[in-house]
């Protein structure tokens, strides 16, 4: 089963339907930001050159915490106010650390769970499970971190030359995105449930039942209805982006929290009907 997304490039044009994004915070980095996201509690997370620093939203809280020792860290996975993952695809190993970025715990070795290249791993809703792509095998997984268990697998997920891009779960079902912007849906068993194309797409994320995907290079967001009801509600957040047409490096979108990264900066919006 295939949608084609509708890409909607002006504004609805009735008043009382419009959202507004107010900025309530901002980020700037002396150094490359190498990866960052939001949490449930509202914390903002950087990562540059292995030091990752959290900062509250709406206060001025503010840990900073080194990991030299775990090597690249390719991304920070807040699963609950106390536990936060880091997953370093160069030591292949996810280590645990609490709300004040402290390590705790042993770190989890992808190789005892006979991985071989775990290249993207993301959080499920569910405690205690992960979801981890090994791109040796071309494999989905559905992981307990806590048991160091596999209980879902899928293999032969990538088709030659169309690699996978990012994993995200929402409401119930695993979204996969491919290099050649096909958007992927799994049920909790692994099994397929239906596909979307989203052309040039290289990121996504989730917003009132809606996907908001970026395109390469462009200084706006796209949208598309998961379910595709023609009468659903397309966002209007470009109107203030398109102010600034600096290309977006990536975003984030955290309940009514809407994060967007353009190079060295990161601003926070809060998205208000």
């Known amino acids: 089963m295939k949608f084609t997304a509708f890409i909607i490039s002006h504004i609805i044009g009735l008043s009382m339907f419009a959202q507004t994004l107010t900025l309530v915070d901002s980020f700037s980095s002396t150094r490359p930001i190498d990866t960052w996201t939001m949490d449930k509690q509202q914390n903002l997370f950087t990562l540059s050159q292995n030091n990752i620093q959290k900062k509250a939203i709406f206060g001025n809280l503010i840990f900073n915490q080194s990991f030299k020792s775990l090597g690249d860290i390719h991304s920070i996975i807040p699963v ?161 982006e398109l102010r600034n047409n600096r290309p977006i490096s990536t975003f984030s979108i955290q309940g009514n929290l809407l994060g967007i990264q353009k190079e060295n900066e990161i601003s926070i919006y809060s998205i208000k009907y």
């Open 80 to 240: 609950n106010t106390f536990k936060i993952l880091l997953f370093s695809d160069q030591q292949q190993s996810l280590t645990f650390v609490d709300n004040t970025l402290t390590e705790q715990g042993n770190a989890i070795d992808f190789a005892e769970l006979n991985f071989s290249n775990v290249t993207l791993v993301c959080a499920s809703n569910r405690p205690n499970l992960i979801w981890v792509y090994d791109q040796f095998r071309s494999s989905l997984n559905l992981v307990d971190f806590q048991q160091s268990e596999i209980l879902q697998s899928i293999q032969n997920v990538e088709n030659q030359g169309n690699t996978i891009l990012q994993l995200k779960e929402y409401q119930e079902h695993l979204y996969v995105l491919f290099s050649d912007g096909t958007l992927n849906r799994y049920d909790f068993l692994l099994n397929f449930s239906g596909s979307y194309i989203l052309e040039n797409c290289r990121q996504f994320d989730f917003w009132n039942d809606q996907i908001v995907y970026l395109s390469e290079n462009a200084s706006s967001l796209q949208f598309a209805s998961i379910s595709m009801r023609t009468n659903q509600r397309i966002p209007d957040w470009n109107e203030l």
